[in-house]
């Protein structure tokens, strides 16, 4: 059995984990804001940037298929967001942008698994 295609299966399914785990807090971070939980809006920040970073340094070394140059926008069009305090832009952003992004990776991901 190919090692490598064992490492890359694995790392695929780390993958696929941690971009559920990412959709996931971006649901909780909107979640708070609709609900006007200002203090608690940002609550798993950390763990939501930390998971970022993991799949932008991930993401190639599984799928030529992905882009993720698309995400520097995001980044910074959140970061704007936040600075302005515009609640609206960064929910916009979070749901239809990067959320929308994130499932279709996880699509692109499956499919490679499926056909490895």
Known sequence: MDNNKITNNELINELIE???????KIDDMCH?????????????LDEFINGLDFIITKI???????EIK??????????KAIFIKDYVLLTDVLI???KTMLKRWV???ETT???A
Do not use: A, P, T
């Not at 995001?74 to 970061?79: G, K, P, Q, S, V």
């Open 18 to 24: 941690c971009i559920n785990f990412v959709i996931k």
């Open 32 to 44: 708070n804001i609709y609900k006007g939980e200002g203090n608690r809006i940002f609550d798993g």
């Open 60 to 66: 190639n070394y599984v799928s030529d298929e992905i």
């Open 70 to 79: 698309k995400i520097d926008e995001m980044l910074i069009c959140l970061e």
């Open 96 to 98: 239809y942008e990067l």
């Open 107 to 109: 699509e692109l991901l």
């Open 113 to 115: 698994l499926g056909n």
